[in-house]
């Protein structure tokens, strides 16, 4: 009877032993995983739930694969949110190293140069990856809840493309983009010459941000940014465009009148000497730096090119600057 016993004992422990060192063998088999397989974990997931998704697009043979090996590890493997991306040829110890690294594909969010704020909280709710925890807030509140010391958000925002994990909130994007403006825009304010008529790096920025909406080709950019900083110096009004659209909110349907540019707003430049209060738009790294480094010359005027090529004539004097509408604005000679 005891022998039996064990004999039973011996071969249980034997068996059991089998199954240990098969399901640790499988562990480190390669998987046949589809080349454009995607795994979606989202926030809250539970193990139990990721492991049937897994086993239920046949990449585990059981679920057991991973929920069991979790269990002998005290949390080691607790998975993150996000959206993964497997080697065909993973093997399941891979998968759970990645599901708890949270090694996910980074989602990619772009704001362009010359957005404005709205337009970048726009992107963010239309990127179902992101977590919308400010963007319903007053920009006050935004602005608050990123650190921000100005009043304003508008043109406080790197436009770039910006790299994050899926599940992350709004208010972690809006920081990175607020605080690399700050560093590139100290950056290019160290770098200034020093007789603009700027008193500071703000005042820059939404001069940048006027030349960002008024550059149509690139070539230009340094230009433009002269015309303004020259009738700056001389307290010539600026007369841009822009910042009368800005002014005019949603009442600006796509064309500006001359009764527009007669109403006077903060925003505009036609009616009101230096610069608006705040940036009208998003700025780029070459429209500040466009602004630091303005040429010295003598323009004070600039019209789009009638060959619709987007770069502008460059004029001294109104003279010059009327034969340059007649020419490429009204087509006379």
Do not use: C
Not at 125 to 138: A, E, G, Q, Y
Not at 145 to 172: K, M, N, Q, R
């Amino acid at each position: 009877m005891r022998r039996a016993i064990l004999i039973l004992t011996i071969s249980g422990f034997l068996l059991t032993a089998a199954i240990l060192l098969w399901f640790f063998w499988t562990l480190k088999q390669p998987l046949n995983i589809p080349e454009n397989y995607i795994l979606d974990v989202p926030k809250g997931a539970t193990l139990t739930r990721v492991a049937h998704r897994l086993a239920d697009d046949g990449i585990l043979p059981h679920p057991f694969f991973i929920t069991l090996p979790m269990r002998f590890t005290d949390g080691r493997y607790t998975i993150k949110a996000g959206r993964y991306r497997f080697a065909n040829n993973a093997t399941i110890a891979d998968l759970l190293e990645k599901l708890a690294a949270g090694v996910a594909i980074p989602v990619m969010i772009t704001f362009t140069e010359g957005m404005r704020f709205e337009e970048f909280k726009r992107v963010l709710r239309n990127t179902p990856d992101i977590t919308n925890t400010v963007l319903d807030l007053p920009d006050s509140e935004i602005l608050r809840a990123i650190g921000a010391s100005e009043a304003f958000p508008e043109g406080l925002f790197f436009p770039d493309t910006y790299h994050i994990a899926a599940g992350s909130s709004d208010i972690s994007l809006l920081k990175n983009a607020y605080r690399e403006m700050l560093v590139r825009l100290s950056a290019a304010w160290e770098k200034r010459r020093k007789d603009l008529p700027l008193a500071t790096p703000y005042e820059a920025l939404i001069l940048a941000s006027i030349v960002e909406k008024e550059t149509g080709h690139d070539e230009d950019r340094l230009l433009i940014a002269s015309v303004f900083v020259n009738r700056l110096r001389i307290g010539m009004r600026l007369q841009a465009d822009p910042t009368v659209i800005y002014g005019m909110g949603d009442r600006y349907q796509g064309k500006i009148r001359r009764r527009d540019l007669d109403a006077d707003t903060p925003y505009n430049t036609y009616t009101r000497a230096g610069l608006p209060p705040t940036p009208i738009a998003s700025v780029s790294q070459a429209s500040l730096d466009a602004v630091m480094q303005a040429p010295k010359n003598n323009y004070l005027y600039f019209v789009a090119h009638s060959d619709k090529s987007g770069s502008s004539v460059f004029s001294e004097t109104l003279n010059e600057h009327n034969r340059a509408v007649r020419k490429h604005i009204l087509g006379r000679n």
